[in-house]
């Protein structure tokens, strides 16, 4: 069956933009997390869906944001990007999400120019 | 809250040579715990996990042991190849789906 499929893979932007980016899971699995991964501060949690619902949130501000569409589909936007946002951003799958291995996507490495 | 702490890299070994990256956890009731890679330019693949206490994952010749009394998950090689070389993550999800990662160790082996 098909991986977790992550669009766009790479994208550029400028300061005060804003961008989405989209993530399909594995068929069947209801929770999508976002992560964001960068050189200095490694693999940091955004949040995780299920069900259409926000059910974990990490430590990042308002700017960043998600949603889970009724085919588990899910989005995460940054608006008014800035300079440090420019990271890879790894979505990942899981079945149940309860304490089962996720499934992650290539990532789509955003740049922020 | 939940946290993982592993051995900090790069490391850097010769063909054939033993692998151990440590990692340790701090979480409350009975985590799951994982080690993840990820090769140049792709996302993290599963290598193993284990579910519960005194399991072993094993993996491509990799393996790891769920110690709970010493809340370790330590991943070991006998005899690593050039193709090991990536970044390998270790990590943890409990109940509530709360996954964290360790900080990543990169391994490069020379031939």
């Known amino acids: 069956k098909a991986g977790v499929t992550q669009t766009p893979r790479y994208l550029i932007k400028t300061r005060g933009q804003q961008v989405t980016l989209s993530c399909s899971p594995i068929s069947g699995h209801r929770s999508v997390s976002w992560y964001q991964q960068t050189p200095g501060q490694g693999l940091q949690f955004l949040f995780e869906y299920f069900s259409e619902t926000q059910r974990n949130k990490g430590n990042f501000p308002g700017r960043f944001s998600g949603r889970q569409f009724s085919n588990s589909r899910s989005e995460m936007n940054v608006s008014t990007l800035e300079l440090g946002d420019s990271a890879l951003y790894l979505c990942?799958?899981?079945?149940?999400?309860?304490?089962?291995?996720?499934?992650f996507g290539q990532g789509t490495r955003l740049t922020v120019v | 809250g939940n946290s993982v702490t592993q051995m900090e890299g790069p490391v850097t070994l010769s063909e054939e040579a033993f692998l151990t990256i440590n990692c340790t956890y701090t979480a409350t009731g009975y985590p799951s715990l994982f080690w993840y890679v990820q090769y140049p330019g792709e996302g993290l693949q599963l290598l193993l996990k284990a579910t519960k206490a005194d399991d072993k994952g094993s993996n491509k010749g990799f393996e790891a042991t769920y110690r709970k009394e010493t809340t370790s998950f330590h991943l070991e090689k006998g005899s690593v190849q050039v193709s090991d070389s990536a970044v390998y993550f270790c990590a943890l999800s409990d109940r509530n789906n709360d996954m964290r990662f360790g900080a990543g160790t990169r391994l490069t082996v020379k031939p």
């Open positions: 990942a799958s899981s079945f149940e999400g309860k304490s089962t291995e996720a499934f």
